[in-house]
């Protein structure tokens, strides 16, 4: 996720964070190479220009060169400036109340992503406690509508659909009086796209905007198209009027123009970013944690977000006093290995991590995770829960019964005894959790092979 743009900011703030004194001389260097960096990320070029010459502007006055701490201050500068690009602050649906219908009308052009996006906002409101209807209006594309009905069935949302329909305008209106005579308080309308923009595309959504009054006019753009899905968000708000946007395949884009130029040229801020393919890999768009991402600080208030969605509150505090307590198993191994696959892939858990956002998800021994879960599951309850009676008669039946070999199951239960006294010394020792803390927001990928995370994740 913005790898490139990522890697060349990273190395700025780290090089600016330690310098005591900021000359003019610096400034300058330092903003010319960020503009580089926005230039090759594809970011436009109004945008780029209105960035340089504030961040000189301000970065030259006092509250920096005279500065008891010049570096960080430069740094917070950048910072600030790059949340104002992305659009200040997250900006909310604005629903009605649950008791009448509020309409979500989504756009774009064909294979920016609109049915899946669609299917991925109505799993959020249902999760958030609204009552979605998902509704089929693209009648153009072939299969559109059965895709969007596959999609509802997977997240238990209704699906309004007309078969053999050919007026798009006509099964949007009727799903909304469906609507109304089912308690359901939201209607999201996927609409047809096309390759391009064309006049029968936007005659019919100009019509359906104006029968269906829908209190947000979403553009769905693909990410990845950089400066042309910004021209596209320009012309459909020019002709229809759009109040924000859903940026798909935000994970794949290595450069982030697209996400870092459309609030200044459009003025409609980013909503939601699609962050992979599963349901779940949907984001409500916060600037300031996406700039401290881009800027290498990590995003550890998403992270805590994504561990409290899939994490057991009353089970991870009963797992803390068994840690504490020296009574970590390796049943309680296997479900912490379960308990962060929930999180999402192990690369976009620890990107989220100061000074890891340039790590590479191909560090990851995939293959080794799964030997280690299979060997764990391929013991009996009994061994699970006492790892001293494992003998060497034990583990050969364990590694037959894992397709792994005696010597990784060794390594196994040697791991698991480390990672078992590292938790207790760490659940008793508030120094040594404040040490850890420190030594991972300075952490650099060279140092990726020392590190472990709970469960005994090695890299």
Known sequence: MLEKITGTFSSIVKTLSGNSKITEKNIEDTVEQIKMALLEADVNLRVVRRFVNSTIEEAKGEKVLKAVDPGQQFVKIIHDKIVSMLGDKKTDLALKGPDTQSVILLLGLQGAGKTTAAHKLAAKLKKDGRKPLLTACDLVRPAAVE???????KIDVPVYKEEGAKDAVKVAKNAIEFAKKNGIDTVI????????????????????????????????????????????????????????????????????????????????????????????????????????????????VSLVEKAQETVDQEAAIKMQKKMARNEFTLQDMLEQFESVEKMGSVSKIVQMLPGMSNFDESMVDKAGIKHQKAIIQSMTY??????????????????????????????????????????????????????????????????????????????
């Open 147 to 153: 895709q969007l009905s596959v999609l509802g069935q």
């Open 189 to 300: 309308i996927d609409t047809a796209g096309r390759l391009q923009i064309d006049e029968a595309m936007m005659k019919e959504l100009v019509e359906l905007k104006k029968k269906t009054d829908p209190v947000e006019t979403i553009l769905v753009a693909d990410s990845m198209t950089g400066q042309n899905a910004v021209d596209i968000a320009k012309s459909f708000d020019e002709q229809l009027g759009i109040t924000g946007v859903i940026l798909t395949k935000f994970d794949s884009d290595a450069r982030g123009g697209a996400a870092l130029s459309l609030k200044t040229i459009t003025g409609k801020p980013i909503l939601f970013i699609g962050t992979g393919e599963k349901t779940d890999d949907f984001e409500q768009f916060h600037p300031d944690r996406i700039a401290g991402r881009i800027l290498g600080m990590g995003d550890i």
């Open 382 to 459: 009994k061994e699970r829960l006492n790892h001293l009676i494992i003998g060497p008669s034990r583990r050969k039946r364990i590694a037959k019964g894992s397709g792994t070999s005696v010597q990784e199951v060794n390594k196994l239960i040697k791991q698991f005894e480390k990672t078992k006294l590292t938790m207790k010394k760490l659940t008793r020792n508030r120094g040594m959790q404040a040490k850890m803390m420190q030594q991972m927001s300075g952490m650099d990928l060279s140092q990726l092979g020392n590190m472990q995370l709970p469960g005994g994740f090695h890299f």
